[in-house]
């Protein structure tokens, strides 16, 4: 029965909101794409005086800062030709050769990932994709773990037949844990990298094509820079929008451009709509509004806040309630929480979301940074998902475009519209349950069994077959200042001044030094403790633990070793 349509108050801004992030963008990136030539000319440099080690972590510094910064440009030929040339320079070649196995089928798939963790999609890509293609043998290869693997990930590596390297507990740095997984990469008949977007020890032990088997890249974070493009035999888009700035804007030829849905497993529903609400503790007749998202997704437009946006649907619609799940509560969403009588609830990030996903009524995605695994968590359940999409259709990556969606998600252009969305799927229990319905049927069609692994093996056939001819298509690598690169500095990086750039940069150093060579990571250090506001995550004191190399961390963080060793 459709019940009252809940009213809901305009807020003004947002047109005004996204012509500032514009200007922003448009004096943002021509300052970051300075600083980061200035970073390339240093790699450079470092390389040319055969300071391998310190030119691989600046080159990695330097890709952090194009990932964080955006600099008007999606990959660097530049520098990924630079790090090619250390690779193989400073690396000995890998005793194996891989050429013979460079046929279809791949019987052995090796997955690299820079760390794995017990919350969000990429993770979980990783081990469903194992659980999934269960006739082969599948290894992984950490290049920067400190913590534990996930469970479910390593016992999914082991019902394979597979090992899990974690190769930064080897002595050493990035130089050594490049030939380490040089070694293990050429022993395998196909490699998937699951690696962050400034990771550059997949570019250092890939660097020798003749030695590598094909190499497939996940492009898991398409929205913006990363590195993997120079040694990649094909490239996998997640969504069309993804795809089209490979080609575009990364050099990736259409032949080599590929596009693999997100794998899901079946949902199995433990609990009912009602059940799974009594169990969070909120009445079974309310209307739950769910998100789910880290922190960093969820931020304010102009002045108004995530909470605000909901806040005139939570005050007019009494049985409603809304759970974020992710973030700890924000400041700026205490006078929502407060207005709400706590109708809107924030709980901390947490591994267990099967009981947020079942009790929802309506799925509301993050934003300005959308969700794209956490809405089809939720459409696998069966819930009508909504998300806003502002930004003009040259800015797909930056929305929600997944395959299976089309048709079924809702994707509304202002704030205006979005309430009015939220305000009928409130009031109209048949089209919420019949929009949810059809929106699970689709994405289990796609995203999971038989159809994804179709993809999958096509994927796997085009690496096989295109890995002997590969040759990456010439780009030019020129700053932009267009859509979506003014959008992006506003939301998926830092937006400060100057004065802020280096305070930045400086965070990104600390984050690095203690892959550093030792002389390297002595002189930071120094200049750090000394410069106005040091170390940023520790006090003088407790900066002393950056003098200790990752390496050892990783070895105390995660028990004993022997040389490259399976995960326990």
């Known amino acids: 029965m459709r019940q009252e349509a809940c009213d809901y108050r305009p807020v003004e801004g947002l047109a005004a909101t996204l012509s500032q992030w514009r200007e922003d963008g448009r004096r943002l990136i021509p300052a970051n794409w300075s600083e980061f030539r200035g970073l390339v000319d240093l790699v450079s440099d470092l390389t040319r005086r055969k300071r391998y080690a310190a030119a691989a972590v600046y080159g990695e510094l330097a890709a952090l800062y194009a990932t964080s910064r955006h600099c008007g440009i999606f990959v660097s030929p530049s520098l990924e030709g630079i790090l090619i040339g250390i690779g193989q320079a400073a690396i000995e070649r890998s005793r194996h050769h891989a050429g013979a196995r460079r046929q279809y089928p791949p019987k052995h798939v090796l997955h690299v990932s820079t760390r794995v963790l017990p919350v969000g999609g990429h993770s979980r890509m990783i081990w469903r994709w194992v659980q999934q293609d269960g006739t082969r043998v599948h290894s992984l290869a950490l290049t920067r773990q400190t913590g534990k693997v996930p469970a479910l990930l390593t016992q999914a590596i082991a019902n394979s037949g597979g090992r899990i390297y974690r190769v930064n507990r080897a002595i050493g740095g990035i130089l050594v844990w490049a030939k380490q997984l040089r070694e293990i990469a050429a022993k395998a008949d196909?490699?998937?990298?699951?690696?962050?977007?400034?990771?550059?020890?997949?570019?250092?032990?890939?660097?020798?094509?003749?030695?590598?088997?094909?190499?497939?890249?996940?492009?898991?974070?398409?929205?913006?820079?990363?590195?993997?493009?120079?040694?990649?035999?094909?490239?996998?888009?997640?969504?069309?929008?993804?795809?089209?700035?490979?080609?575009?804007?990364?050099?990736?030829?259409?032949?080599?451009?590929?596009?693999?849905?997100?794998?899901?497993?079946?949902?199995?529903?433990?609990?009912?709509?009602?059940?799974?609400?009594?169990?969070?503790?909120?009445?079974?007749?309310?209307i739950l509004l769910l998100s789910i998202a880290r922190s960093l997704k969820y931020g304010s437009v102009g002045n108004v806040s995530y909470a605000d946006a909901h806040l005139p649907i939570l005050e007019q619609c009494k049985n409603a309630r809304m759970i974020v799940v992710g973030p700890r509560c924000r400041s700026d969403w205490v006078t929502a929480i407060h207005r709400t009588?706590?109708?809107?609830?924030?709980?901390?990030?947490?591994?267990?979301?099967?009981?947020?996903?079942?009790?929802?009524?309506?799925?509301?995605?993050?934003?300005?940074?959308?969700?794209?695994?956490?809405?089809?968590?939720?459409?696998?359940?069966?819930?009508?998902?909504?998300?806003?999409?502002?930004?003009?259709?040259?800015?797909?990556?930056?929305?929600?475009?997944?395959?299976?969606?089309?048709?079924?998600?809702?994707?509304?252009?202002?704030?205006?519209?979005?309430?009015?969305?939220?305000?009928?799927?409130?009031?109209?229990?048949?089209?919420?349950?019949?929009?949810?319905?059809?929106?699970?049927?689709?994405?289990?069609?796609?995203?999971?069994?038989?159809?994804?692994?179709?993809?999958?093996?096509?994927?796997?056939?085009?690496?096989?077959?295109?890995?002997?001819?590969?040759?990456?298509?010439?780009?030019?690598?020129?700053?932009?200042?267009?859509?979506?690169?003014?959008?992006?500095?506003?939301?998926?990086?830092?937006?400060?001044?100057?004065?802020?750039?280096?305070?930045?940069?400086?965070?990104?150093?600390?984050?690095?030094?203690?892959?550093?060579?030792?002389?390297?990571?002595?002189?930071?250090?120094?200049?750090?403790?000394?410069?106005?506001?040091?170390?940023?995550?520790?006090?003088?004191?407790?900066?002393?633990?950056?003098?200790?190399?990752?390496?050892?961390?990783?070895?105390?963080?995660?028990?004993?070793?022997?040389?490259?060793?399976?995960?326990?």
């Not at 035999?233 to 490979?246: I, N, Y």
């Open 341 to 568: 009588g706590g109708r809107f609830l924030c709980v901390s990030e947490r591994e267990d979301t099967a009981p947020f996903y079942e009790a929802a009524d309506i799925y509301v995605d993050s934003f300005p940074f959308v969700s794209t695994t956490s809405l089809l968590e939720a459409g696998r359940y069966g819930v009508p998902l909504v998300s806003i999409f502002p930004y003009p259709e040259a800015s797909g990556t930056l929305g929600a475009d997944l395959p299976g969606l089309d048709g079924n998600l809702i994707r509304v252009r202002d704030l205006d519209g979005y309430r009015n969305v939220l305000s009928q799927l409130i009031g109209d229990q048949q089209y919420r349950h019949a929009l949810g319905e059809r929106t699970r049927r689709k994405i289990l069609e796609i995203h999971t069994g038989i159809e994804w692994q179709r993809h999958v093996e096509h994927v796997y056939r085009e690496a096989c077959r295109l890995a002997a001819t590969h040759s990456q298509a010439a780009i030019a690598e020129e700053m932009l200042i267009g859509d979506p690169d003014v959008l992006i500095p506003r939301i998926h990086g830092a937006a400060d001044d100057s004065e802020g750039r280096q305070r930045d940069l400086d965070r990104m150093i600390e984050s690095l030094i203690r892959i550093m060579p030792i002389e390297e990571r002595m002189r930071q250090w120094i200049r750090l403790s000394r410069a106005d506001g040091g170390f940023q995550n520790a006090d003088r004191i407790g900066s002393l633990k950056y003098l200790v190399p990752e390496w050892l961390v990783g070895r105390i963080k995660s028990g004993p070793w022997r040389g490259v060793c399976a995960a326990r």
């Open 190 to 286: 196909v490699v998937v990298l699951h690696s962050f977007n400034d990771d550059v020890i997949p570019m250092l032990a890939l660097a020798y094509k003749e030695d590598s088997p094909p190499v497939i890249f996940l492009d898991h974070a398409d929205h913006i820079f990363w590195l993997g493009a120079g040694i990649s035999d094909v490239v996998v888009s997640l969504r069309r929008s993804g795809m089209c700035l490979a080609q575009e804007r990364r050099g990736i030829s259409a032949e080599r451009s590929l596009l693999l849905p997100t794998i899901l497993a079946p949902a199995e529903r433990s609990l009912s709509r009602e059940q799974a609400k009594r169990r969070l503790g909120l009445p079974e007749d309310s």
